[in-house]
């Protein structure tokens, strides 16, 4: 853990579902305060890295540390520790249907604060403003619509203001103003919380927009074939692959094997 | 092969379906497997499905302890929730189907004790039958019906949507917030639906009785109550609570279990309510044979 400033070092890890390996050899490090992009095209394996980052998956070598924390090795207390300060957006919002929006953010705070109801209603209505849905407060998840769902979602992963945030294909499905609008909230959050962002994305406009830095996944030799500044991956990348992804595929090898 | 006399729309599908070539080694072949691997493989899948069975039960009980150290945590509002979903809203179909076996059960036996005269003792024969077995039976496999399958749905659809990831990250156990409120709600209301049916199990069989057999309400009223016995009434009591459990924990250790698929959804409720009634059923045979050694 040389880098100071890095916040999540991924070393050496394979992941593999039994006998099916999915990636081999990752290795990257997320700085703090930056938005980090996981990208690559569809079934190459972006969300299992993301489970992997928050024990939800069990890697089958390699460790993830947070700050100087073995993650992988912690005991559950610890990991418990380290998970409290990390916020997730799962790919479907997964907020508690049986709740009501207030109720799924305010439902963290009331299990790891002191705060009275009062006050917990109060924190849950000025997230839910944060992204855009002030008033929905006694709304179930089942009355709002999909992008709103994924936004109540993200007031949820922000509740108890977490240093780091995991962030599933947050525009995934949402229309072009909402997708916008949430990119502007991520990139909020980075300047105002300072937090360290992560997100899993195959948006290329999300991507050119908020990435500090990303690696790109590659379904064919499973591992990770380019890395950096999205912008500069843009302008530098040799990569057919890298290529043909972020030019939407403009350019590149239609095969995508050729060598870059 | 000459494509040039087909129609240019044609030709524009055929070169768009050809566009991206085939991936080498992605195409499934079937392949025999002799019965002796699936025989073990089907071995293999049940010893494992025993072990996460076995582990599950042991997660319940040592959460069911931390709840009566007080460290465990759920919400009441969810136990409300649930209490309410098994318990007021289950009695229709538990009114509907007791009064049924009541009326049933002095069918069967009027049939054959009207050739004695002894027609009587269909009170007995219904007040025993009722307490003893038929009232914590019924309820039994109609909860393992309407909530065992329901608990495996609600669970099974929310490691679907994610719902119980998402608990497990913000460090919350599962075990605790969904399945415990779950099973103390079932253990709580079981006991109460059997005392109604039981109760109802003896209306349905009065009303044979009465309408029927030329007994009077008052004549049937005391014998019955002359052929209950504390021991029998407590043991359906008993053996409800421990159906409840059973019910409970089939569902919920079914939905945790499910898939990541919708279909997985129906599968583990269906599952959810053949376990819970093999167990009921087998549970019953259990009890009735330890009642008989004890001599009770």
């Not at chain 2, 069918?107 to 007995?124: N, P, S």
Request: aromatic share 6%; glycine share 10%; with cysteine.
């Amino acid at each position: 853990m040389a880098d100071p400033r890095a916040h999540i070092v991924v070393h050496a890890l394979t992941l593999a579902y039994g006998d099916r390996v999915v990636l081999t050899d990752l290795d990257f490090s997320v700085k703090r305060g930056q938005v980090f992009i996981v990208m690559g095209p569809s079934g190459c394996g972006k969300s299992t890295v993301l489970r992997n980052l928050i024990g939800l998956d069990e890697p089958a070598k390699g460790d993830v540390f947070y700050g100087d924390v073995n993650f992988t090795r912690a005991a559950a207390g610890e990991r418990e520790a380290i998970l409290r300060r990390v916020g997730v957006l799962y790919q479907s919002g997964a907020l508690w249907s049986s709740m009501t929006l207030a109720e799924n953010v305010g439902f963290p705070l009331e299990e790891y604060t002191d705060l009275t109801r009062d006050e917990i209603r109060d924190v849950a209505s000025l997230k839910l403003a944060l992204v855009g849905l002030e008033g929905f407060e006694d709304y179930y998840p089942a009355e709002i619509s999909g992008g709103m769902q994924k936004r109540a979602g993200l007031a949820r992963a922000i509740a108890l203001d977490p240093e780091a945030l995991l962030l599933d294909e947050p525009s995934a499905g949402l229309d072009p103003v909402s997708s916008r609008l949430l990119d502007d909230l991520i990139l909020q959050l980075r300047d105002s919380l300072g937090a360290t962002i992560v997100v899993v994305t195959h948006e290329l406009a999300s991507i050119f927009t908020i990435g500090d830095d990303s690696i790109f996944l590659d379904p064919e030799t499973r591992t990770v074939i380019a890395g950096g500044s999205p912008k500069d991956l843009l302008a530098h990348s040799t990569d057919a692959r890298v290529r043909r992804f972020l030019t939407r595929g403009a350019e590149g090898d239609p095969g995508g094997r050729a060598d870059g | 092969m000459r494509r040039d006399a087909l129609p240019v729309g044609v030709q524009r599908l055929l070169a768009l379906a050809e566009a991206v070539p085939e991936k080498p080694g992605v195409r499934r072949t079937s392949v025999h497997t002799p019965w002796i691997a699936r025989l073990g493989t089907t071995a293999l899948d049940l010893g494992a499905g025993s072990v996460s069975a076995v582990a599950f039960v042991g997660e319940v009980a040592s959460a069911t302890w931390r709840l009566t150290r007080r460290s465990a945590r759920f919400r009441i509002g969810d136990l409300a929730v649930v209490v309410q979903e098994c318990g007021v809203q289950a009695l229709p179909i538990v009114t509907l189907i007791s009064i049924l076996v009541g009326m049933i059960l002095a069918f069967v036996g009027a049939v054959q004790l009207t050739r004695f005269g002894a027609q009587i003792y269909v009170a007995d024969l219904v007040a025993i039958a009722v307490v003893r077995e038929m009232g914590c039976i019924m309820t039994g496999i109609i909860m393992a019906g309407r909530t065992g399958s329901g608990f495996a749905a609600q669970l099974g659809t929310m490691k679907v949507t994610q719902e119980i990831d998402a608990l497990t990250t913000l460090g919350l156990p599962s075990i605790e917030f969904l399945v415990l409120p779950r099973i103390v709600a079932l253990c709580l209301m079981m006991p109460i639906l059997c005392v109604y049916a039981d109760v109802l199990g003896i209306v349905g069989g009065a009303g044979v009785g009465v309408s029927m057999l030329d007994l009077t309400l008052v004549q049937y009223v005391r014998e019955t109550v002359a052929a209950i016995t504390l021991t029998s009434f407590a043991t359906g009591i008993a053996k409800s609570v421990f159906f409840g459990a059973l019910i409970a924990i089939a569902g919920c250790l079914r939905g945790m279990q499910c898939g990541k698929s919708s279909a997985s959804v129906g599968e583990a409720a269906t599952s959810a309510v053949v376990t819970g009634i093999v167990l009921i059923i087998a549970a019953d045979g259990l009890f009735a044979v330890l009642l008989n050694v004890l001599g009770i």
